[in-house]
C-alpha cells in the first residue's frame, strides 16, 4: 500500500456547542391532516470527539463528530 498524507482544517474544536437543525418532519399514531405537533425543540449539543475521514482516491476529507460522549459519529454540514 502506498503512503497516503491529507491536510485538513475542523471548522469546529472539542468542547464547541452546536446546534442541529433539522427540516424534517416526524408524525407519530393518529395526527388530524394539516396539524404540526412539535416534539421537541433544538437541543444544544457538545462536540466531544471529531474524526477525520480520508477518501485516498478522490483525496477529500470527511469530518465526523461524536456529539455528547455517545459513542456516534455523524457527519454535520457547517
Known amino acids: 500500500m ?3 498524507r491529507f491536510e485538513a482544517v475542523c471548522p ?3 468542547g464547541d456547542k452546536v446546534i442541529l437543525v433539522d ?3 416526524m408524525a407519530a399514531g393518529n395526527i388530524p391532516q394539516g396539524r404540526l405537533f412539535v416534539f421537541e425543540g433544538p ?3 457538545t462536540i466531544t470527539d471529531i474524526a477525520a475521514v480520508h477518501y ?3 483525496g477529500t476529507v470527511q469530518f465526523m ?3 455528547d460522549g455517545n ?3 455523524t457527519h ?3
Open 2 to 4: 502506498k503512503e497516503a
Open 12 to 14: 469546529v474544536e472539542i
Open 23 to 25: 427540516g424534517s418532519r
Open 43 to 45: 437541543k444544544e449539543h
Open 56 to 58: 485516498v482516491k478522490s
Open 65 to 67: 463528530y461524536e456529539l
Open 71 to 73: 459513542g456516534k459519529y
Open 76 to 78: 454535520i454540514e457547517f
